[in-house]
């Protein structure tokens, strides 16, 4: 039995974090989210070149087709490969032959120089024709002057920023920082340390996985007015899992709640990237409806079709060879864990 949806959106990924997986471990091991950005994020981020960053971006698209994903809305650091970034990245989902939405994360890690240079990317991005947002990594690493000339120019072009926004307690002044910046085109990614009353316009986009895995608490997102659609944030593109996950810990904070608030958040990514309406998911199970999905492991695309092509059959992409893909990414993986 099987079933079609339209393809899946991932709302916040990150394609750069690929090549993560088996890096060596951090001098010290982390005790908070500060930290594992400090010794774990940023060291990677800093030691990619455009390389590593073309092959762990189809790496990540290979794995956004094999899942059902035809969207990706992606957030992109690589503070020592900054010009040309977003092209890499569009290409190789291209060649995968997979929709995304791409943005330079800029800050002022690195000094006014680098915020400026992201900021710079973002624009030759956009203006010449990429999709994508302003990106801004999150408003406590960046000066107001970085975060009013991001909301700036994301105004001039028509489209919003795209910032992490109170993740972790580093960023609780994050509502205070951004007030009066934000409109509804603005993506703001976390909110777990958000008041429910925090003023911002924008779509929520909640990491349940990725949270659970920072330890930086529950955004439990019902409690928000805005918009709310799901991501990964860098961990895959398994929105299915994202959606069982988001199930599972909304009924963490109240037992009386069923998966339909999860799905909503899943269906939301249609409103970022509504090309996506228009792909073709075929299933190995049916149906495709929360209740069963939320208790239904191993449900995986048979088939995707995109603008009228068949970009994956029998599961397996048909545009690249993904064992070859996974090849080139490890040999990259390897050189990159060799410089952290
Ligand atoms: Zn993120």
Redesign the pocket.
């Given at each position: 039995m099987t079933a079609t949806t339209p393809g899946l959106v991932c709302a916040?990924?990150?394609l750069y974090s690929a090549l993560a997986r088996g890096m060596p471990p951090p001098p010290k091991t982390p005790t908070t989210f500060l930290e594992i950005l400090e010794q774990i994020w940023w060291r990677l981020d800093t030691a990619l070149d455009l390389d590593m960053l073309r092959w762990s971006a189809m790496l990540g698209a290979v794995e956004a087709l094999e899942n059902g994903t035809t969207a990706i809305v992606d957030?992109h650091e690589s503070p020592n490969a900054i010009e040309g970034s977003l092209d890499v990245i569009a290409e190789a989902c291209a060649e995968v032959g997979v929709r995304v939405n791409t943005a330079y994360?800029i800050t002022d890690r690195h000094g006014p120089d680098g915020a400026r240079r992201g900021l710079a990317e973002n624009e030759r991005f956009l203006k010449g024709g990429g999709q994508g947002f302003v990106g801004v990594h999150a408003s406590f690493t960046c000066s107001d002057e970085s975060l009013e000339a991001a909301a700036g120019l994301a105004d001039d072009l028509g489209v919003g920023v795209h910032i992490?926004v109170a993740?972790g307690v580093d960023d609780i002044e994050a509502a205070t920082r951004l007030d009066g910046l934000t409109n509804e085109r603005w993506l703001l990614?976390?909110g777990v340390h958000l008041p429910a009353d925090h003023g911002l316009s924008g779509t929520m986009v909640h990491?349940p996985r990725?949270n659970l895995n920072n330890a930086v608490g529950y955004a439990n997102p019902v409690r928000f007015s805005n918009p709310v659609a799901l991501?990964t944030?860098?961990i895959g593109a398994n929105m299915i899992e994202a959606f069982r996950l988001a199930y599972v810990m909304q009924r963490s904070v109240d037992v009386t709640s069923g998966p339909d608030d999860a799905w909503s958040w899943l269906e939301a990514g249609w409103d970022l990237m509504p090309e996506a309406r228009g792909d073709q998911v075929t299933w190995s199970y049916e149906p495709m409806d929360p209740w069963h999905l939320a208790f239904t492991p191993g449900v995986m695309p048979v088939e995707i079709t995109i603008d009228g092509e068949v970009v994956l059959a029998d599961g397996k992409p048909t545009r690249v060879d993904a064992a070859e893909v996974r090849a080139r990414a490890r040999e990259q993986a390897a050189r990159l864990h060799a410089k952290l």
């Open positions: 916040h990924h990150h957030h994360g992490h993740e990614v976390h990491n990725s991501g944030d860098g």
